[in-house]
């Protein structure tokens, strides 16, 4: 199947694995935590496990933070697919918030947690992004991958990443995308390539 020219291919989005702030529920955001024990055991698990389906993939593309990429390197060995770095693929800047629970979020920073949940999709967090600054990087660099691929391809990614993509791709309020979805490390989404291409930013 074809749309303009390009074939159709899978895109299969992977959160990174488990890392010591997953644990203890701290928002990471653009802060460099590297994967702990888990999340190597759980990288290495989803690699056996797409190699005994005998999972076709062409290229693993990721994130260049190093949760992310760690769990790439351990991925393309079991599967003898290249990874690489790729622009455009990091988790959301949260800035101030990083480091802190949401709760803690909440008790430093009422005003502006209150103004960044109802209004979440244009709302930057102190000092970092909003949703839609998200997404100004993150389309793009996926429609570049899939204009340089004819087959499916991982993309080791984060949370927001993923949740802020279903929800454009099925139109949820982005006030209410995590009452819809809730990406576990390691959880995986598949989506063709042809759903990407159609989005408009």
Same mark, same amino acid.
């Given at each position: 199947?074809?749309?303009?020219?390009?074939?159709?291919?899978?895109?299969?989005?992977?959160?990174?694995?488990?890392?010591?702030?997953?644990?203890?529920?701290?928002i990471?955001?653009?802060?460099?935590?590297?994967?702990?024990?888990?999340g190597?055991?759980?990288?290495?698990?989803l690699?056996?496990?797409?190699?005994?389906?005998?999972?076709? $993939?062409? /290229? @693993?593309?990721?994130?260049?933070? #190093?949760?992310?990429?760690?769990? &790439?390197? *351990? !991925?393309?060995k079991?599967l003898?697919?290249?990874?690489?770095?790729w622009?455009?693929?990091?988790?959301?800047?949260?800035?101030?918030?990083e480091?802190n629970?949401w709760?803690?979020?909440?008790?430093?920073?009422?005003?502006e947690?209150?103004?960044w949940?109802?209004?979440?999709?244009?709302?930057?967090t102190?000092?970092?992004?909003?949703?839609?600054?998200?997404?100004?990087?993150?389309?793009?660099?996926?429609?570049? $991958?899939? /204009? @340089?691929?004819?087959?499916?391809? #991982?993309?080791?990614?984060?949370? &927001?990443? *993923? !949740?802020v993509?279903?929800?454009?791709?099925?139109?949820?309020?982005?006030?209410?995308?995590?009452?819809?979805?809730?990406?576990?490390?390691?959880?995986?989404?598949?989506?063709?390539s042809?759903?990407?291409?159609?989005?408009?930013?």
């Open positions: 199947m074809y749309l303009e020219g390009i074939y159709a291919m899978r895109l299969v989005l992977v959160r990174h694995g488990e890392t010591e702030w997953n644990v203890q529920k701290k990471q955001g653009s802060t460099d935590i590297d994967l702990n024990a888990n190597i055991l759980q990288a290495e698990q690699g056996r496990t797409l190699k005994e389906n005998n999972r076709k $993939i062409a /290229k @693993i593309y990721t994130s260049r933070q #190093i949760r992310a990429k760690k769990t &790439a390197e *351990i !991925v393309s079991y003898g697919a290249e990874y690489a770095e622009d455009g693929l990091e988790e959301m800047n949260l800035g101030l918030w480091g629970s709760t803690e979020v909440a008790e430093k920073f009422p005003i947690y209150k103004e949940f109802e209004h979440r999709r244009y709302t930057r102190p000092q970092g992004e909003s949703y839609q600054d998200l997404i100004e990087r993150l389309i793009p660099a996926l429609k570049h $991958i899939i /204009k @340089i691929e004819r087959d499916d391809v #991982i993309i080791v990614t984060h949370s &927001a990443d *993923i !949740v993509l279903l929800s454009l791709l099925n139109e949820i309020p982005f006030n209410k995308m995590f009452e819809y979805y809730k990406m576990d490390n390691m959880a995986m989404v598949e989506i063709d042809n759903e990407i291409i159609k989005l408009l930013l």
